[in-house]
């Protein structure tokens, strides 16, 4: 993962079929959610094994 060689600070982007953020009509349905926790406990590991 090359972006720990730039920061320590990444961002996991979901989803939203209106592109509506930050706002209280945000809408990200269960499935989305489930798939951006899994693309994060993917990424944790791999990020935490390399050298800094």
């Known amino acids: 993962m ?3 060689a730039v920061t320590d600070v990444g961002m996991l982007f979901l989803r939203n079929p209106h ?3 930050h ?3 945000e809408l990200v349905s269960a ?3 489930e ?3 899994q693309a994060l406990a ?3 590991p791999h990020l935490a094994a390399e050298p800094r």
């Open 2 to 4: 090359a972006i720990v």
């Open 19 to 21: 592109g509506i953020s």
């Open 23 to 25: 706002n209280p009509d």
């Open 31 to 33: 499935g989305d959610m």
């Open 35 to 37: 798939r951006g926790i």
């Open 42 to 44: 993917e990424t944790v």
